[in-house]
């Protein structure tokens, strides 16, 4: 038995609102650079969205980027920088949707940083509109009838996109129980060993719940991961030290 | 050492390595792309890094994220491509980041031509993108001024931590002129203010300073307040005993010097204020100038810029007129003859 | 190296840091946690733990979001 305590890069309370998951990754992710000895050399990029809510409560060197910029801004960190160890956190609205582009073209350069992308379905800061993650037949705020994948598209797959790439690592994992949450450490882990091993991009997506604008109560929220969103964004390692893995 | 020939683009590029630039983050457009040709090259032989962008907009935010770091970065692009920098501009400016923004001008809005031309005068120099702030904006008129104007934009950048833009044109970018470039200097990008971790320190945060800062209202309105007192350069040409002054920048004031001396020759009194700075706007230029009766502004775009900012500047006490090039660029006689049509109408 | 016994481990909560999810409360493999009456400074309810069944598994830890508890070395 060990000590379980809350990282010291959590340096004050998290500004989520309750049952949120980014609070979850968030501890995770100090836990990795902690024990990896990275706090002191890393840098973050994050952009626009809930997520650059943990600026101010996660004590790293932090560089927030225009919406969907941040993969843009974390390059050029890691370009001028490679010994500092930089990641990129945004939510899927913000990196998938206006950041695709700059998400999409840091694999495909396989650039040396981590990308950490939270899938929680919708856009978060700004009420619960439809994300490109949103599932078909999801009621959002700007899909009130339930996403009509005739008129949208699917649902973007961002793993699916990356598994042909010639990248790092790549995994999706989700903080919806205790088991995915240790899982997703290590995956998390494993992205960042890949960068400071200089093993090109890494990408770890997260299913992670957004009770607010899901309005649902987390319990529910964890059911709708569990038979919903799994089976659209299934969890695995997909992509590890360049190699496909069978998943 | 030297002088060599060189295209106003390549020697703009030489100078910015020597300047300590050492990263450049850009997307091909003409008539800027010997920019990113020339560094592609140059860059990594100094230990810099030249990175193709995948779009302008990720190439601004590569600038952004390399001057975080503390290094010296620059893009450039031209005409609809700089349209798209101008968000992460704002962004830079907003975190009081130096950097150094090349706009080599071209022709028309929407796609345009790629001739020379001066329509992103307000852009550049009124904002372009959303928000409060400002850049020095510098406007070469010779291949030497590119050279020298891109080394004194990163100082400036560094100096007030505030991004620069070199407002060039089609022709001064693609002329061939001899040209004596900067000594190579060092670099230094180990800054206070610099993210590379905190290393023991207190942990950084490179966003809008406004969170920071302050009587932040107060505070950013003394910034550029101070800039645009000390920072105006311009070049007078005999406007002492002018009767009529034209005001040009870039190339137009090349073709402006020209008349000016033509008509001198013809016994006609006319002079020229040359801006190097467009802002802040050579406002000092215009004083002591009560004898003259008329300013005229020579642009090479189809609708004036340039005499919105001299109106100001003379505070309207004389006509402001404006003599367009639009597309094609005039010849002096031309303009020479603008100018008199001037003074006649106003004996 | 001795290993360390359950009872040389304490769990603390800070319940200030609490907002009330329940997550803590869903995942506890020894039904030891409750959400209590008492009500944080920021108006949450808070989740307590029930000292007789809890196993100091610290699950509660691995599934918080908002860092209210630890397991730590002592009485």
Redesign the interface.
């Known amino acids: 038995?060990?000590?379980?305590?809350?990282p010291q890069l959590?340096?004050e309370?998290?500004k989520?609102?309750?049952?949120?998951?980014?609070?979850?990754i968030n501890?995770v992710v100090a836990e990795v650079l902690e024990e990896m000895g990275l706090?002191?050399?890393?840098?973050g990029?994050l952009a626009v969205g809930c997520a650059c809510l943990m600026?101010?409560t996660f004590?790293?060197?932090?560089?927030?980027?225009?919406h969907g910029?941040a993969a843009?801004?974390?390059?050029?960190?890691?370009?001028?920088?490679p010994e500092?160890?930089v990641f990129t956190y945004q939510g899927d609205g913000d990196s998938l949707a206006i950041g695709l582009?700059?998400t999409l073209?840091a694999a495909i350069r396989n650039e040396n940083i981590t990308a950490i992308i939270v899938n929680n379905g919708i856009f978060g800061m700004t009420g619960g509109q439809m994300a490109p993650t949103t599932l078909s037949g999801q009621r959002t705020t700007t899909s009130p009838k339930g996403r009509d994948v005739s008129i949208t598209g699917q649902p973007l797959n961002i793993v699916n996109q990356c598994r042909q790439l010639p990248i790092g690592y790549l995994a999706r994992g989700s903080?919806a129980?205790?088991k995915d949450?240790?899982k997703l450490k290590k995956y998390i882990r494993a992205a960042f060993e890949t960068q400071m091993s200089g093993g090109g991009y890494s990408l770890v997506e997260v299913l992670s719940p957004c009770?607010t604008n899901w309005k649902m109560?987390?319990?529910k929220s964890?059911e709708h991961i569990e038979n919903d969103v799994k089976p659209i964004y299934p969890l695995g390692e997909f992509i590890k030290k360049g190699e496909k893995t069978d998943a | 050492m030297p002088l060599q020939l060189m295209k106003g683009n390549h020697a703009l590029s030489e100078a910015a390595v020597r300047a300590g630039c050492?990263?450049f983050?850009g997307y091909p457009i003409t008539p800027q792309s010997e920019i990113p040709e020339y560094l592609s090259a140059r860059l990594p032989q100094s230990g810099g890094?030249f990175?193709q962008?995948?779009?302008e907009?990720?190439?601004i935010?590569?600038?952004?994220?390399?001057?975080?770091?503390?290094?010296r970065?620059m893009t450039s692009s031209s005409g609809p491509g700089f349209s798209l920098l101008q968000?992460?501009i704002s962004?830079i400016a907003s975190?009081e980041l130096p950097a150094v923004i090349v706009d080599v001008q071209r022709y028309g809005s929407g796609l345009g031509d790629i001739s020379q031309a001066q329509s992103d005068y307000f852009q550049a120099t009124k904002g372009g993108g959303h928000g409060d702030y400002k850049c020095i904006v510098f406007a070469p008129a010779s291949v030497q001024e590119s050279a020298d104007l891109v080394v004194e934009a990163f100082d400036k950048a560094e100096e007030y931590r505030n991004p620069c833009i070199i407002l060039s044109d089609a022709s001064i970018a693609q002329m061939v002129e001899p040209v004596l470039l900067p000594e190579e200097r060092g670099i230094d990008?180990d800054k206070a203010w610099a993210?590379?971790?905190?290393?023991?320190g207190e942990?950084?945060?490179?966003?809008?300073t406004m969170y920071y800062i302050e009587d932040f209202d107060a505070y950013i309105k003394n910034k550029y307040d101070t800039m645009a007192h000390n920072e105006q350069r311009w070049e007078s040409v005999h406007t002492e005993d002018a009767d009529v002054v034209l005001v040009a920048y870039g190339i137009s004031s090349r073709i402006c010097k020209e008349a000016v001396s033509e008509a001198r020759a013809q016994g006609i009194r006319l002079g020229l204020i040359r801006p190097i700075t467009l802002w802040p706007f050579p406002v000092n230029a215009f004083s002591g100038l009560e004898h003259v009766k008329a300013f005229m502004t020579v642009e090479l775009s189809a609708l004036p810029r340039l005499d919105e900012d001299v109106k100001l500047a003379c505070e309207m006490r004389v006509p402001v007129r404006h003599f367009l090039g639009g597309v094609s660029i005039p010849d002096s006689s031309v303009i020479t003859e603008a100018a008199i049509a001037i003074l006649k109408e106003q004996r | 190296m001795r290993?360390?016994?359950?009872s040389e481990?304490k769990m603390i909560q800070?319940l200030?840091?609490c907002?009330?999810?329940?997550?803590c409360i869903?995942?506890c493999p020894s039904d030891a946690l409750y959400l209590s009456e008492s009500v944080n400074s920021k108006g949450?309810p808070v989740a307590k733990i029930d000292e007789g069944k809890c196993t100091?598994c610290?699950?509660c830890?691995?599934?918080?979001?908002?860092?209210v508890?630890?397991?730590?070395?002592g009485a």
């Open positions: 038995m060990v000590e379980k305590r809350i959590l340096v309370d998290n989520f609102c309750p049952g949120c998951g980014h609070g979850n501890r706090a002191d050399t890393t840098v990029s600026m101010d004590g790293v060197d932090w560089i927030q980027a225009p910029r843009a801004v974390g390059v050029g960190v890691k370009r001028v920088r500092c160890c582009s700059e073209y903080v129980s205790a949450i240790n009770p109560s987390l319990e964890l | 050492r990263f983050g890094i990175l962008a995948e779009s907009l990720a190439g935010n590569m600038v952004y994220g390399a001057a975080a770091a503390g290094f970065a968000e992460g962004y975190a990008p993210v590379r971790g905190k290393h023991g942990f950084k945060r490179v966003t809008s | 290993k360390s016994k359950l481990y800070h200030e840091r907002k009330g999810c329940g997550f869903s995942q949450y100091k610290a699950i830890y691995t599934v918080c979001p908002d860092y508890f630890e397991r730590v070395k």
